[in-house]
């Protein structure tokens, strides 16, 4: 159970255009989803924190115009990156939390590469 | 705020030894949650262990298992007979539920089993 699934797992874009990323709770309903950015053998960098019906809240220094995050419903959150650029080039990842459980699980994560 | 601190940046084991990885961390709080996730080269976060506070024992799942020493805020994992496939990157994690189910992750550990 708890299992988190990302779509695409890779994908390429041309700079300045827009991708998006799914994050999907498949056996669950998510209280809470994050996401993360992260650099080749660097730690997980928190970028948002998102509730279903709400905006989501972005950390310090994460330009929100940037990385648009969507929580429509309780299995699904979206990350666009907007006019993308090749330094937004890095590995996206997402997780879930469950109410009353006090763990986070996470999707496989997303390459992006900007060309 | 909460930091979480992992001083071995890389570290390599014998097939079948036994290797232990540090974490500390610094917080005031006295009620949260500590984990160790294993990233290993397809980079799927996995959770090996977690550790509730207000318990004293120390977590243990099959061949890993934690030393927790609240008071020196220290939480270190032991993995016995090191397997090729615990090759991979480790994090420990830190997470107070009232601050949202949030994670702080260390900078991560590189580990690297030798046959």
């Known amino acids: 159970g708890a299992v988190v699934s990302q779509h695409p797992s890779r994908v390429i874009c041309k700079s300045g255009t827009s991708v998006k990323i799914e994050c999907r709770s498949l056996?669950?309903?998510?209280?809470?989803m994050f996401w993360y950015r992260q650099f080749p053998k660097q730690s997980l960098m928190l970028m948002a924190t998102?509730?279903?019906?709400?905006?989501?809240?972005?950390e310090q220094g994460v330009e929100k115009d940037k990385f648009l995050i969507n929580h429509a419903s309780l299995t699904l959150s979206t990350l666009t990156v907007t006019s993308a650029h090749p330094e937004d080039s890095s590995f996206y990842i997402c997780?879930?939390?469950?109410?009353?459980?006090?763990?986070?699980?996470f999707g496989p994560g997303t390459r992006l590469t900007v060309t | 705020a909460q930091t979480v601190t992992q001083s071995q940046p890389e570290m390599s084991v014998q097939e079948a030894e036994t290797v232990t990885l540090s974490c500390t961390y610094d917080t005031s709080e006295s009620n949260y949650y500590l984990f160790w996730y294993k990233q290993p080269p397809s980079r799927q976060m996995i959770l090996v262990i977690r550790?509730?506070?207000?318990?004293?024992q120390n977590a243990t799942e099959n061949r890993f298992s934690v030393n927790f020493q609240k008071a020196a805020k220290s939480f270190s994992l032991k993995i016995s007979d090191s397997q090729l496939g615990d090759t991979a990157m480790y994090f420990c994690a830190f997470m107070k539920p009232e601050y949202g189910n949030k994670l702080v992750f260390g900078a991560g550990t590189i580990l690297r089993v030798k046959s």
């Open positions: 997780s879930a939390t469950i109410g009353g459980v006090n763990e986070q699980y």
């Open positions: 550790q509730e506070a207000y318990k004293q």
């Open positions: 998102s509730n279903e019906g709400s905006k989501a809240t972005y």
């Open positions: 056996d669950f309903q998510a209280t809470t």
